[in-house]
Structures are given as C-alpha cells and as structure tokens.
C-alpha cells in the first residue's frame, strides 16, 4: 500500500487516541478518488451532463469530515494544520476521481462490451445505476490502472456497492468482476 491508499497519519502522536480514532473513519486518498468517481459517473449516466460540467460543481465538503462508527460519538473538529492536510488529500483524491471518470467515460464502449458479455441474463440498461457506474469504473480500472492489483480493483468495488447500493448489489458486483477476471486477460497483477 503506498501513501495514496492510507488516510493520513496523525502527525502527533501525543494528541491521543481521539486524533488516531478520527482519522480512522476517512477513506484513503484512493478510496475517496473511487468513491467520489462513482457519484460523477452516476451523474454524468442519469443526468446527462457533459463530465467538465459535473467537475465544476461537484460538492467535496462532505469528505472533510469523518464519519463515526454506529454508537461512536461525532468526532471534534478539524484543527488548522490538520484542516489543511485533509484540504489537499481531497484535492490530490478529486485530481485522481477526474483522470477515473475521464477514462471511463472515454473508453465506455469498451468497457460496457465487457460487462455484458459478463452479465448473464442481464442488459445493461436494466441493471440499478449505482451498480452499473460502479462495474463501469472496476472494468475501467482492470483495463487500465496496472499499478493496482486486480483484486484490490474487486474489492474496492464491492465496498462501494454496500456504501452506496445493497448487500446483493455487492454480491453481484462481486460475481461479474470475479466473472471477468476468469474469462480475460487485464494487464498487471492480481494481488
């Protein structure tokens, strides 16, 4: 795991285990890039705006705060230096969700060949649309981000469909890329 998949470390570890707890709950710069991609696909699937459109007004607020843990309390706010640092990991995660969505859409017809071929008795069209955007952005990744390996690419996207979908939409997500990754070649590795 390089310094791009892990949430920042606190950088005193005399602040306590609040601070460590904090930062925690947020997502590595890669996840939120991930997570952050699925809501501008999402957009640009149902709403139809152009992907320059969804870049200028895409809402990054919310990932400046962590989220608590069911019966966890609501964390403190932000300190200043503490502030800054998340500032520019949501900025570098935002510059990283541009280039995934950028290459998604571009490649689409590639990518959505691929997952109908995959999906068994299932048209693309007919799939939920958060579980579409979210195979869209695994095949993207499998086709083309060599540095990760292919079942981190799996993985993240089946935590993005229980985040943002269902249990059986993660199952589902699961079996397709599991599905694809059996019947195609994707350069780079697996683990």
Wanted: without cysteine; hydrophobic residues 35%.
């Amino acid at each position: 795991m390089n310094d791009f998949d892990r949430a920042p470390a606190s950088s005193a570890p005399s602040e306590g285990r609040s601070e460590a707890r904090r930062d925690d709950h947020r997502p590595g710069k890669r996840r939120m890039a991930r997570e952050m991609a699925v809501q501008m696909l999402y957009q640009h699937d149902l709403g139809g705006a152009t992907v320059e459109q969804i870049f200028r007004v895409f809402d990054r607020t919310e990932y400046f705060q962590a989220e608590p843990e069911e019966g966890e309390p609501e964390p403190p706010p932000l300190g200043r230096e503490e502030g800054e640092r998340r500032r520019r990991d949501i900025e570098e995660a935002f510059h990283y969700a541009r280039e995934l969505v950028t290459g998604t859409v571009e490649g689409l017809d590639e990518v959505d060949g691929l997952i109908r071929k995959q999906a068994d008795n299932w048209r693309l069209e007919r799939m939920p649309a958060v579980d579409r955007n979210i195979l869209r952005l695994a095949v993207y990744e499998l086709l083309h981000e060599d540095d990760i390996p292919k079942l981190v690419v799996v993985d993240e996207a089946i935590e993005l469909a229980k985040k943002f979908s269902t249990e059986q939409s993660s199952r589902f997500v699961n079996g397709l890329l599991d599905g694809l990754l059996k019947q195609h070649e994707f350069p780079g590795t697996i683990t």
